[in-house]
């Protein structure tokens, strides 16, 4: 008899097992198609398949997250908050979600409410998304008018995240906005040191080189815009029009050259007092929003690497590994750190 019934509450575990692994796979491919159709920008189709998934599996959060990302492109805002709150009553931990809710706020210009909820997801430190939470933080402080914080946390995104295109263009503009045309060309030089070399990049690089009166620089960047097959219509007319912009340049400094020609001497003595800066290349193997935990990390790889330092910017201490004197040495090394260490690094040029 007790043996018929072990069996009996076997056979009952067992089914009920069944049954919910049938309840994930069924909620999970309708997730999956959600998603499918979410990056294909079919939202109505989208919303159709994460709220079959959310009836099936109300307390995963990642899909009443999703279900509210597609509302919100759909620019069902109400419902989307609802769903981005209903994920976080699921699961408070979900900052996916929190972000989001922030991300939503500022698309409806409650930019107070933008701004806390943000900073709000910013203090959970297993965040792997604080760059986009910084950057659309800094979206929220340019419409408050809050130049300062505009600055300082579209630094925090790239700081964070330096192949975040988006965000690293954004800080380029804006720097030539404000006529800082050296640390524009710093933030070109970091994406292209890490291989994002699109067109609009060298473009950027060689209209910076310009305004520096780098004028051979900013030709040879635009030759190389020009003749790339991937470069659209739209950049090599504002390339052509750079160039029309550089050569008068040239010619007025030529102009002005023949009428005021230094004596020798003073060009000799000119050059001794500016000597050429050669370039120094780093990888950049860890960004800390503390520098306790960036001098733990640093402590760490020491054991094996040598030359870490820290260095702080705009209130993010970065961890910073090797000089190279040229950007294929630094490039190979970024390569070992990977196979050997499994680190993923960013060039940096000081």
């Not at 960004?287 to 030359?307: G, H």
């Amino acid at each position: 008899m007790k043996k018929c019934f072990a069996f009996f509450v076997f056979l009952l575990v067992l089914s009920c097992a069944v049954q919910e692994q049938r309840e994930v796979k069924e909620w999970q491919y309708y997730y999956d198609l959600g998603m499918s159709s979410y990056v294909a920008k079919n939202y109505s189709d989208a919303i159709a398949n994460f709220y079959k998934a959310v009836q099936l599996s109300p307390r995963e959060p990642k899909v009443w997250n999703a279900l509210g990302l597609a509302y919100m492109e759909a620019k069902e805002f109400q419902k989307a908050e609802s769903a981005f709150q209903k994920a976080l009553e699921v699961d408070p931990s979900y900052t996916e979600a929190k972000m989001n809710l922030g991300i939503l706020y500022y698309n409806t210009k409650d930019y107070q409410r933008a701004k806390s909820t943000l900073l709000e997801a910013l203090k959970d430190e297993a965040f792997s998304q604080k760059h986009m939470a910084y950057y659309y933080l800094a979206k929220v402080y340019k419409e408050l008018g809050d130049k300062g914080m505009y600055l300082d946390s579209l630094e925090k995104a790239t700081a964070y995240n330096p192949l975040f295109l988006e965000a690293q263009m954004e800080l380029a503009q804006e720097y030539e906005k404000e006529g800082n045309y050296i640390k524009a060309r710093d933030v070109y030089n970091t994406l292209l040191n890490n291989n994002v070399d699109s067109p609009i990049v060298l473009l950027g690089l060689a209209r910076v080189n310009f305004e520096l009166g780098n004028y051979d620089a900013s030709k040879n960047i635009i030759k190389t815009i020009i003749e790339r097959k991937d470069t659209d219509s739209l950049v090599k007319n504002q390339a052509y029009e750079l160039l029309n912009k550089v050569l008068i340049k040239e010619q007025e400094r030529y102009i002005h050259s023949l009428a005021q020609e230094k004596p020798k001497e003073e060009q000799k003595r000119q050059v001794e007092e500016n000597p050429t800066v050669s370039k120094v290349f780093t990888i950049q193997v860890g960004s800390f929003s503390s520098y306790a935990r960036a001098e733990a990390y640093k402590k760490k790889i020491e054991t094996y690497l040598k030359d870490v330092r820290i260095v702080e910017q705009s209130g993010i201490y970065k961890v910073l590994y090797g000089r190279f004197s040229t950007r294929e040495e630094a490039e190979k090394e970024q390569k070992n750190l990977m196979k050997n260490f499994n680190i993923l690094g960013f060039i940096v040029e000081q």
